[in-house]
């Protein structure tokens, strides 16, 4: 009766803090945690199971990889009840496990229905609709993304949470300048314009940014290189006002919205991408390089190997081919490419997504050095791969100017 249940919910109290103690030690003692989680879960309240089969798969994944033993733990804590943060963690775990298996029909299944289940905690449905929207991104499914993302932000504004809103607005707007459709780009990034300039707390200045950001690239993209200017040197200034304040906290964000996309660290580094972007195409590719230069020294300041940095590195070197092309340094060009081809090794999807890049690079290289009938080759593959795939790997969605590096 009464006296087993206080006896349980001793043993859970301290088969918990055991796995703690286990887990902190220095260095962590793992097994040992896991193995005080394992026992928890035999005297765990129904209402914990969740959580403790989500701090023990976390535990698995992080300390030692071990990918079944976590898939194993986040199966059964999907199927009990709950809700918030747990489940959002649970869901988000497991979506990743089964894309990263090539289950992405089932990943997709499982964030859908998480999505619903977290309607009433909007921090946690936007962190589970992100995750949905990089998933159909990898298939290059950029118009479904956008619609995604739409839906997205009519939730946020019916929420009152106006952070979040602006940053679906602004990935809605990537996604549509991606699939061509400019019209409705230019619409949506008139909308965040003026919700941007409404944002409460420290976080202003980089959604500010963000948005910049994106009008730049949308001008780009279509030619209008003067046009740019303006925005371009709006975002500088901005960029500078956020190098001299303090990072925002939870607290500073309007409504404690804990919603991040991209650090402001990964944002000067786009930022300097950006630069690099519209100085060669301004003509100016002695400062295109010196854009390049600077975004690859903040890159290589971070020893983390974010997926995002290597991709966005990944881009810049694209983009310092171009300039020693233009600037007839032939050899530092092609040490370039293979730098690209290296780069992109260290992760399946970028080889795929940068491969027509790397093609069309070899044609430039190979046009500059007078061999067209090799130029003409390379262009050839590039198209090929671009819009049919090939044998050994595939493209997945377009590759427009480093814009893919942030969903791809």
Not at 64 to 69: I, P, S, Y
Not at 138 to 167: C, E, F, K, M, P
Not at 196 to 204: E, I, L, M, Q, S
Not at 315 to 322: A, I, K, Q, R, W
Request: charged share 15%; glycine share 8%.
């Amino acid at each position: 009766g009464d006296s087993n249940m206080a006896t349980g919910g001793r043993e859970y109290r301290i088969f918990l803090g055991l796995a703690e103690l286990f887990r902190t030690a220095v260095p962590p003692r793992v097994q040992e945690s896991i193995a005080c989680f394992e026992a928890a879960l035999s005297v765990t309240p129904p209402n914990d199971e969740a959580r403790v089969r989500r701090d023990a798969a976390v535990l698995l994944l992080q300390q030692l990889g071990d990918k079944a033993g976590a898939k194993r733990h986040l199966e059964q804590a999907v199927q009990v009840p709950n809700s918030g943060e747990v489940q959002c963690d649970v869901i988000y775990h497991l979506a990743r496990l089964y894309q990263e298996e090539g289950n992405s029909s089932v990943a997709e299944s499982l964030l859908r229905k998480g999505l619903n289940a977290l309607r009433g905690f909007p921090n946690f449905h936007f962190r589970l609709l992100f995750q949905l929207a990089d998933l159909l991104s990898y298939r290059g499914d950029y118009i479904g993304v956008a619609t995604l993302l739409s839906n997205g932000a009519q939730y946020a504004a019916q929420t009152g949470t106006q952070h979040s809103q602006v940053l679906l607005l602004l990935n809605q707007a990537k996604c549509l300048i991606l699939s061509c459709q400019y019209s409705e780009a230019k619409h949506t990034l008139d909308v965040c314009g003026q919700l941007v300039r409404n944002c409460a707390g420290r976080d202003g200045h980089q959604l500010i940014a963000f948005h910049l950001t994106f009008v730049v690239i949308y001008l780009l993209e279509l030619g209008h290189v003067k046009e740019a200017r303006v925005p371009l040197k709006e975002l500088q200034n901005t960029v500078k006002l956020m190098t001299k304040k303090p990072k925002a906290g939870p607290g500073d964000v309007a409504g404690g919205e804990i919603l991040e996309w991209i650090s402001n660290e990964h944002l000067f580094v786009l930022v300097y991408l950006v630069c690099t972007l519209h100085s060669l195409l301004s003509g100016s590719s002695e400062k295109a390089t010196s854009y390049a230069a600077r975004a690859l020294a903040l890159i290589d300041q971070d020893t983390s190997g974010n997926a995002l940095l290597v991709k966005l590195k990944a881009s810049v070197l694209e983009n310092v081919v171009v300039c020693r092309l233009v600037q007839g340094q032939f050899s530092a060009a092609i040490q370039e490419i293979e730098s690209i081809i290296v780069l992109c090794n260290t992760f399946s999807s970028m080889m795929k997504s940068h491969q027509p890049i790397i093609h069309t690079l070899l044609g430039l290289y190979s046009m500059a050095c007078g061999s067209l009938e090799s130029a003409n080759s390379q262009f050839t593959m590039a198209l090929q791969v671009y819009l049919h795939g090939s044998i050994l790997v595939s493209s997945h969605g377009k590759t427009k100017n480093g814009l893919t590096c942030l969903y791809s």
